[in-house]
């Protein structure tokens, strides 16, 4: 499998000024192929970037011109000039709109995961002329995974969470417990700046831990010394002592409304991708698949979080089948 580790001259390491900010991306693929682009979610605190996508990019490229964003305080891009939004999924949004806008790619193909999938969803919602076909992954962030969410009539009393029943209202998941502080989305002490932490904090969002390649974790290291600092100043202990789990979810709200109660809303065909064995959960997936007109789902078997990591010779065939066919 060709990999952006092993196959360094399929693609290309680019930065474009986007409203102000140096902002880098990979690009792979021909000129004259349909424009795909992937949005990447949280940064687990040291900055991951577009490397997550690295056995997807090159493949995809294959059927596509791809492009794959490092968002605003992700990787060789530059953190908001407001360093208290950084990792605010809002600010980000805006940020990869800017993008799309300054390389002038809409409409094109939007793949996103976690809270990429709230960023794909968000520009869908608001930006549809840029959107040709939506595919989102795994994203708790946009089916509001564990949270109560006033005026909505179908959440159950509980969620199953790969074999685990979880309260709803709760806010919290079980793999919380392996990685946070109590009550918070702080790392527990080592996660984000040793590599047998690092390993164990992305480990958690994987089926196959084989993918967390000696040569990702490399790379994960070097995120760690560029950015771990910065997110500890600005979302580390004295972040969380102001911000409850509940208030930080705040960010996945539009004008008050949490973003699942919109997505009825879209008129773009679209692709909801889960993994069985999700650490986010699997039931408010579903829920949300249904809420979204002319769309389909696909749940893969021994996959996590990182589904596109657990089974990526599937999720690039799933993907490919799905931008290519005719709606």
């Excluded at 995809?60 to 990792?87: C, M, N, W």
């Excluded at 939506?134 to 089916?143: A, H, P, Q, R, W």
């Excluded at 009539?153 to 109590?182: A, H, M, Q, W």
Aim: net charge neutral; charged share 25%; glycine share 8%.
């Amino acid at each position: 499998m060709e990999t952006l580790f092993n196959s360094p001259d399929k693609f290309k390491s680019n930065f474009v000024t986007v409203d102000g900010y140096k902002t880098h991306y990979l690009e792979a693929g021909k000129e004259r192929s349909d424009r795909l682009l992937l949005v990447h979610g949280g940064a687990c605190e040291i900055g991951l970037d577009c490397y997550r996508w690295y056995p997807n990019i090159i493949p995809l490229s294959k059927h596509f011109h791809v492009y794959a964003i490092d968002e605003l305080g992700h990787g060789q891009t530059d953190p908001p000039r407001d360093l208290t939004s950084l990792a605010n999924v809002k600010v980000r949004a805006e940020h990869v709109i800017h993008f799309i806008d300054t390389l002038r790619l809409g409409p094109l193909h939007l793949v996103g995961q976690s809270q990429g999938g709230w960023i794909v969803t968000y520009i869908t919602l608001t930006r549809p002329d840029l959107v040709n076909k939506l595919v989102m992954i795994d994203s708790g962030s946009t089916s509001g995974s564990a949270l109560t969410i006033e005026g909505d009539r179908t959440l159950k009393e509980d969620i199953d969470v790969n074999g685990v029943r979880v309260k709803t209202g709760s806010g919290e998941l079980p793999f919380y417990k392996e990685v946070f502080e109590p009550g918070t989305k702080l790392p527990k002490e080592g996660m984000t700046t040793t590599r047998e932490g690092i390993r164990k904090y992305v480990e958690a969002f994987c089926y196959n831990k084989s993918m967390i390649t000696e040569e990702f974790l490399d790379h994960l290291m070097s995120l760690s010394k560029k950015w771990n600092s910065l997110y500890m100043q600005y979302r580390g202990r004295d972040y969380w002592t102001s911000h409850t789990i509940p208030k930080h979810n705040d960010q996945y709200y539009i004008h008050g409304v949490h973003i699942k109660n919109l997505v009825d809303t879209i008129r773009k065909p679209t692709l909801v991708l889960w993994g069985k064995n999700s650490s986010k959960g699997i039931d408010p997936g579903v829920e949300l698949y249904k809420r979204i007109p002319d769309a389909q789902m696909h749940i893969f078997d021994k996959a996590n979080h990182f589904l596109w990591l657990d089974q990526p010779m599937d999720f690039n065939s799933l993907v490919t089948w799905f931008l290519k066919k005719e709606s």
